[in-house]
């Protein structure tokens, strides 16, 4: 995960899709970036968990990215540990709203999907790890 600031030298802006399993895992390293002044987590996203209050992490939990987007205004980074049926449609939806998405392997289910990925990549100007 590329943890550079942002070009105002503030901490990258993440949102964390998929809390639980390995999003747990990278929730703990998001924290520790966190407590190192390299990122701030903005909000998590998890369709399958609902909470009352819908928080977790210190944030407010979505169930869907675009409500979380639409809420949080622009990121910097969307890190993506959800069902890899997932991968192809949560990228689009952030590279297309600004964001560098950092997904686990495999990063999509067909080559399809992968081609269409990386070209969504050059276009945006925006990069897939």
């Known amino acids: ?31 520790r970036l966190t407590d190192q002044g390299a990122v701030r987590l903005v909000a998590a996203v998890d369709p399958g968990l609902v909470m009352d209050p819908p928080t977790i992490y210190g944030v407010d939990l979505y169930a869907e990215l675009t409500q979380a987007l639409d809420a949080v205004g622009p990121v910097d980074v969307v890190v993506v540990a959800a069902p890899i049926g997932e991968h192809f449609r949560l990228a689009q939806i952030a590279l297309t709203s600004g964001a560098d998405v950092y997904l686990e392997k495999p990063p999509v289910a067909s080559m399809d999907d992968f081609d269409t ?4 990549e050059q276009e945006t100007g925006h990069v897939v790890q």
């Open 1 to 31: 995960m590329d943890t550079r600031s942002t070009s105002t030298g503030s901490p990258a802006r993440l949102v964390l899709v998929g809390v639980r399993g390995y999003g747990a895992v990278h929730a703990e390293r998001i924290a």
């Open 117 to 120: 990925l990386l070209a969504t």
